[in-house]
């Protein structure tokens, strides 16, 4: 994972201090690239331990298309308990109103509604697109088709969305028969977010792989607002000093198709990561 490890580098010796809605400063670069082969392994950071579980079930959570944080809590999930639809409590970072957000199940028409039902409201009706299944269908009958695209990124949904996609588009390609997946991403929370970023579009390329039956090829993020939240760099610094372990590798047995997927079925192997670090989470 050097290019993880190049983006800490950069940003803290050349990030620029900015301002933002959470009140806490971060170091900024502007347009930042990941790049991973996915022969060399599984892309899950080893020199802090990163939840698979956890990133594996919110994938399931988005490819199902659903939006209620008790489906998540159900699987001892929490990592959207912060946020709610900002129709029923609007964001706030007083203590009340963070209180009032947890307590809410909806979080509105965020990544997964998008991805398999994407919409405008028209006449009193709603039209909806399925992305992901177009995707699929078209890497299955069209594999040198460049535009197997699916966006999160709806403008007139915004203000429907728990958080406006941070992640917000992603892109696959074929070549020579390995499958091949590049997402964009607007904000980049690089201690926290990145690396669960990075493990969840490697497990949809596995899965998109095993889908329409080619090799797994490269993983391309290509990055905008990459920052580090100030009291993070303290952390990120200790995973520095720490060397990098042999990647994991993942494997699915029982795969039958990416619309009948349960998180549980797809298994990690030889992950001996360094200990967890702690970050706090910037609301």
Not at 99 to 122: A, C, H, P, S, T
Request: proline share 5%; aromatic share 12%.
């Amino acid at each position: 994972m050097k290019q993880y490890f190049n983006i800490v580098r950069e940003v803290l010796a050349e990030g620029v201090t900015k301002q933002n809605r959470t009140g806490v400063e971060t170091l900024s670069v502007s347009g930042m690239l990941f790049k991973h082969d996915m022969d060399d392994g599984f892309p899950l950071l080893t020199t802090k331990k990163v939840p698979f579980r956890l990133v594996a079930s919110e994938l399931e959570f988005f490819i199902k298309g659903l939006h209620k944080k008790k489906w998540l809590q159900e699987r001892d999930n929490h990592i959207w308990d912060e946020w709610c639809d900002p129709r029923i409590v609007s964001y706030g970072t007083d203590e009340l109103t963070k209180d009032r957000m947890k307590k809410e199940d909806e979080l509105g028409n965020i990544y997964g509604v998008q991805w398999r039902r994407f919409g405008v409201e028209r006449c009193n009706s709603r039209i909806e697109v399925d992305q992901l299944a177009t995707l699929v269908n078209d890497l299955k009958t069209n594999p040198n088709s460049r535009r197997m695209i699916v966006t999160a990124w709806n403008p007139l949904e915004l203000y429907t969305m728990a958080l406006p996609p941070c992640h917000y588009a992603f892109q696959v390609t074929v070549d020579n028969g390995y499958l091949n997946l590049m997402w964009n991403q607007r904000s980049v929370d690089v201690a926290l977010g990145l690396p669960f970023n990075i493990a969840s579009y490697a497990i949809l390329l596995h899965l998109l792989a095993k889908e329409a039956g080619y090799k797994e090829g490269k993983l391309v993020g290509f990055l905008g607002d990459t920052h580090i939240y100030k009291n993070h760099i303290h952390g990120l610094q200790k995973q520095l000093t720490r060397e990098p372990k042999p990647l994991p590798f993942v494997h699915t047995p029982l795969f039958k198709s990416i619309f009948d997927w349960n998180y549980t079925d797809t298994v990690i192997n030889n992950y001996n990561p360094h200990p967890g670090i702690k970050f706090s989470i910037a609301v």
